[in-house]
């Protein structure tokens, strides 16, 4: 039974990282969308997130079967706890590269985004979430932690944009609606790396069997 169990949680770690590879590709094409006026980007941001929404409910499945037809001991239950709530964050991501895609599709053609640091901000927040679902297949601590810490450079650049922003307005205020757009594209980000960072603190609650101090 036990071996048939460890099969199943070998499962869930896969499904896991194919969640978050989706996470991973609604991210990049979302940006596409923005940074290379690609609107075809935006049918894929959209086919992703529905996969993502059928991962979640796939795992929540394969999390149910693991709770109901095993006997996990305590260990096994915090892990199976932190996969539930760490899906939450994940399909959340899919909805915040769509809400990213949509603005995008209103700035179509206008340059002003690339006087602002959106793209690597972008890959700063997508690394988070990458880094946040290996460490819990790994069962990294460390790792997880690593993810805590990079919070602070999305945040740095994110109020970084901020400053750019605010400088464009200064400089000509016509540029308003558009650095609006562009803020909410950033908030949007900053929002995704939070919810990498809320993945860590149910990875570290999957290891250890305590909460992560903020």
């Known amino acids: 039974m036990r071996n048939r169990f460890d099969e199943q949680l070998d499962k869930l770690n ?11 590709d609604a991210i990049s094409a979302a940006v596409g969308v923005l940074i290379e006026d690609d609107d ?51 399909e959340r991501i899919g909805d915040q590269a769509c809400d990213i895609a949509e603005i995008a599709g209103y700035l179509k053609g206008n340059l002003s985004k690339s006087r602002i640091h959106i793209g690597e901000m972008a890959s700063a927040a997508s690394e988070m979430v990458t880094s946040s679902v290996d460490s819990f297949v790994k069962k990294d601590l460390e790792l997880a932690r690593k993810v805590q810490q990079a919070d602070d450079v999305v945040d740095g650049l994110f109020d970084q944009v901020k400053q750019e922003l605010t400088g464009m307005i200064a400089w000509d205020v ?23 960072v809320n993945i860590t603190e149910w990875v570290e609650y999957s290891i250890t069997g305590k909460h992560a101090a903020r």
């Not at 896969?14 to 991973?24: F, K, V």
């Not at 803020?183 to 939070?194: H, Q, T």
Request: glycine share 4%; charged share 30%.
């Open 14 to 24: 896969l499904e896991l990282i194919r969640m978050g590879a989706l996470c991973e």
């Open 40 to 90: 075809t980007l935006t049918d894929v941001v959209n086919d992703t997130e529905q996969k993502i929404n059928q991962k979640e409910r796939e795992i929540e499945g394969l999390c149910m079967k693991l709770l109901l037809s095993q006997q996990p001991v305590a260990k096994d239950l915090r892990l199976i706890s932190s996969a539930l709530k760490m899906i939450s964050d994940m």
């Open 174 to 196: 016509s540029w308003g609606e558009t650095c609006v757009d562009l803020l909410m594209v950033a908030k949007y980000l900053e929002r995704i790396g939070d919810h990498a």
